[in-house]
């Protein structure tokens, strides 16, 4: 079996969301499950290549809005070499992001398949959210026989863009039924020419793949969703075992595992009340958050009620984000009004990630939704139970009661309620909290389960009695 993963980032060479880590997690375990896997990303100026020395492949030119365009394709090692990773150059639309980035490189691709300058055919091509949206558009109108696999990270990002790329791209939109249904607002949605125009499509978890079908949760496409329902399908995703492992783990000071998680998470804990000025006491329970500020999906709203409502005498509260200053303002400002309580970090750092992971005692994730969400995952790993919405991937992952919590419905009550009976337990009944502990750090994340999920998929695609 051979696939052509298209990704627009990849760690650690460019990353801007946990797309990156899917891409370097996944490709690998296919590897090691018999996949001729290959990964190819655009060479944007923020690539960072480190130390990798990049070898040229091929030179090819295309036309792009109506001129020639030179195309650089380079080979750089990845895990130990095994996997091939291409990278596509081009001074002038993939140096730095722009409405035709995504666009270019999906013809890149494409111009990349149809002529072969890979030296390589593969089965599968297997696209990345709405940046490689019109991959599988590019195919099929023009009768080359790859089949697509579209994996949906979150529907909310879309990549709208003006309907002049197409005509830019050299295509004929009269052509295609969904882009004259476009016309009106003169857009055109990646992601959903890549749900209409992919042979099979995923979300990154069963309950995810779910609740797209629904008006609450589809973002507008749910009525194209379910007339391609047939074809979809959920996924969770997994965690890298080997770089989130508390008993390797060098950001934290007292590394331990499951035979010796309770007493490595006092340290931590003691540890991290220390570095944030908190009192030292294994008496007050320290709650965690770690995320992107982004208030239409992470919950900041009722996060933040709760903590302004509770008696913080009897809390202490760590929060690491960024992104929206409006609420990066907001835990900023509880952080300095409740110095003894509250601590608010705003420039991500893996080290205290880390640190928070191993000494917290819960970690809240009240998503609106979450399509996957590594956060509880990580959490998990590290033995910290989290405090979750029964949404999505958090619903896929936790078990309330067992190794973690969840509640319901989307509110600062119903948060405030499940966070206030969690910590009763934890005050008065540590052997249940410590078997809760030691259950979610059984749990099985790893990529071996997903990436043979996959290869179902693949082999699904392959077979011309299943594929109509």
Not at 20 to 32: F, Q, R, T, Y
Not at 287 to 293: C, D, E, N, P, Y
Not at 380 to 395: D, V
Request: overall charge positive; glycine content about 6%.
């Amino acid at each position: 079996m051979k696939v052509l993963f298209a990704v627009w980032e990849l760690v650690p060479f460019f990353q801007v969301g946990g797309l990156g880590d899917v891409a370097k997690s996944l490709p690998k375990k296919l590897h090691e499950q018999g996949v001729d896997v290959k990964v190819i990303l655009p060479f944007y100026k923020a690539l960072k290549l480190h130390k990798q020395q990049k070898k040229e492949v091929k030179k090819f030119n295309i036309i792009y809005d109506g001129e020639k365009q030179k195309v650089v394709i380079y080979q750089i090692s990845f895990l130990d070499e095994k996997i091939p990773v291409y990278i596509i150059k081009n001074e002038k639309w993939l140096d730095v992001p722009t409405r035709d980035t995504f666009a270019f490189y999906n013809l890149c691709v494409y111009e990349i398949l149809k002529h072969n300058h890979l030296d390589w055919v593969p089965d599968v091509v297997h696209c990345q959210d709405h940046h490689t949206g019109l991959i599988p558009l590019l195919i099929k109108h023009n009768n080359l026989k790859f089949k697509t696999l579209l994996t949906i990270h979150n529907l909310n990002h879309q990549g709208k863009s003006s309907l002049d790329v197409i005509k830019r791209m050299g295509m004929d939109h009269s052509k295609c039924r969904v882009i004259q249904w476009e016309t009106k607002k003169k857009q055109i949605n990646f992601l959903l020419e890549g749900i209409i125009h992919a042979d099979l499509v995923n979300a990154v978890s069963p309950s995810y793949a779910k609740e797209i079908f629904t008006e609450e949760y589809g973002c507008g496409l749910d009525e194209i969703i379910r007339n391609e329902g047939q074809k979809i399908s959920g996924i969770l995703n997994g965690i890298d075992y080997d770089s989130r492992d508390p008993v390797h783990d060098k950001n934290i000071n007292f590394n331990y595992g499951i035979d010796s998680a309770i007493k490595g998470k006092h340290l931590n804990k003691k540890f991290l009340q220390e570095k944030l000025g908190f009192t030292v006491s294994d008496k007050i329970p320290l709650i965690g958050f770690i995320g992107r500020f982004e208030s239409k999906q992470k919950g900041l709203d009722i996060m933040h009620k709760i903590i302004r409502r509770v008696n913080l005498q009897k809390f202490q509260f760590v929060i690491l984000g960024q992104g929206e200053v409006e609420w990066e303002d907001q835990f900023l400002w509880l952080a300095s009004f409740y110095k003894k309580n509250v601590a608010y970090i705003s420039v991500f750092d893996r080290r205290i990630a880390s640190q928070i992971y191993a000494g917290a005692d819960f970690l809240l994730v009240p998503s609106k939704f979450e399509p996957c969400g590594l956060i509880q995952m990580i959490a998990m790993r590290y033995g910290t139970l989290p405090i979750a919405r029964a949404t999505g991937g958090l619903k896929d992952s936790i078990i309330d009661g067992v190794d973690g919590f969840l509640f319901k419905k989307y509110s600062s009550f119903d948060l405030e309620t499940k966070m206030k009976h969690a910590v009763e337990i934890w005050k008065n009944d540590r052997k249940k909290i410590n078997e809760m502990i030691l259950n979610a750090m059984k749990k099985d994340f790893t990529w071996d389960k997903s990436a043979k999920e996959y290869i179902k998929l693949y082999n699904k695609l392959c077979s011309p009695s299943e594929i109509s």
